[in-house]
């Protein structure tokens, strides 16, 4: 009698765990491959036999033994062409996933609501701002150029000598000249 309690609970928990959304998904997903499961595991029992019957042959062995002698594939080629192989899931899973992000960059640009916050995105960053300070600051600089028909006397050019900035350019200038002139 103990053993059937145990047995029951047991189901109950089994019951419990299958009526969980993610796991019944998960299993529906399987169910709904079982078809290529198969199919995969059938073209490996292929591939084993054939490797286990070509293994076998004496001729065919011999004969892939002198071809890899004459060829340049060492033991190192086939360490490592086993390797990538036992990688292959992996490689497989990573494809898939660029599959994926190809699509969704692929309904991304062709949604033109995407792509207008995608533009405003982009605008908003600040290296696009400062570019579009650094633009604005030009213009005004040339359009104020164009503005000016004074001409230069020797007396703004002191006046510009006092402003602060025109001070520390000055001095950039003049240690550009100290370096310069001690290279040679």
């Keep these: 009698m ?7 609970d047991e189901n109950k928990d089994l019951l419990h765990e299958l009526k969980q ?11 709904h491959r ?6 995969t595991l059938q073209s490996l029992e292929q591939m ?8 076998k042959d004496q001729t065919t062995m011999e004969a892939l033994e002198e071809r890899l002698q004459l060829s340049r ?12 192989l036992a990688k292959l899931p992996t490689i497989l899973e990573m494809v898939e996933q660029i599959e994926k992000i190809a699509l969704f960059i692929k309904h991304v640009v062709h949604d033109e609501q995407s792509m207008e916050q995608i533009k ?8 696009i701002q400062q570019q579009k300070e650094a633009k604005d600051f030009f213009e005004a600089v040339q359009t104020r150029h164009k503005s000016i028909e004074q001409h230069i006397s ?6 510009w000598m006092k402003e ?21």
């Design 21 to 31: 959304p993610e796991i019944h998904q998960a299993l529906t997903g399987i169910i």
């Design 120 to 127: 405003t995105s982009i605008a908003e960053l600040p290296f």
């Design 48 to 55: 084993t036999q054939f490797s286990m019957h070509v293994t």
């Design 73 to 84: 594939v060492d033991e190192e080629s086939l360490e490592a062409l086993i390797t990538l």
């Design 34 to 39: 079982l078809p290529e499961i198969e199919r």
């Design 164 to 184: 602060p900035n025109v001070q520390k350019y000055l001095k950039y200038i003049q240690a550009t000249l100290d370096v310069l002139k001690a290279r040679k």
């Design 154 to 159: 020797i007396f703004t050019i002191i006046k």
């Design 2 to 8: 103990p053993h059937t309690a145990i047995h029951s």
